[in-house]
């Protein structure tokens, strides 16, 4: 097999549509949908499918539905969790690692007051 090199082929209007319905029956039947997949089954690029506003609430879907599939397979370890946090985080939709506030404090120098409210905020 080789590589597709150049632009993707441009659909006509009605294999758009026909597209739109196959996407709908592929994220409804698909228990982790996954745009690059289904793109390079259907031979295009997974940018296509961004590029033209047909394909928008489908995206919405399909990345609704995966993030939610990915979600609950890790919690019920039957996904490995890493790669279900890796998929979430490449996907763009908020999932992210937040860098930890790590403060060093002389407890000596505090009152007992400000002492209870770092240990209770933990910051």
Not at 7 to 16: A, F, I, Q, S
Not at 44 to 52: I, S
Not at 84 to 108: C, M, N, T, Y
Request: net charge neutral.
């Amino acid at each position: 097999m080789t590589a597709r090199r150049g632009r993707p082929p441009k659909l006509e209007e009605n294999e758009k549509e026909s597209l739109v319905i196959k996407f709908e029956k592929y994220i409804e039947h698909t228990e982790i949908p996954i745009i690059a997949e289904f793109a390079a089954q259907n031979g295009l690029w997974k940018q296509y499918f961004y590029d033209h506003g047909e394909f928008t609430n489908l995206i919405k879907k399909c990345t609704t539905k995966k993030e939610a599939a990915l979600e609950k397979g890790a919690l019920e370890n039957r996904i490995n969790p890493t790669m279900a946090i890796f998929s979430l985080k490449q996907q763009g939709i908020g999932w992210r690692d937040k860098e930890a506030k790590i403060i060093f404090v002389d407890p000596k120098t505090l009152s007992e007051l400000e002492l209870k409210r770092l240990v209770d905020d933990g910051s």
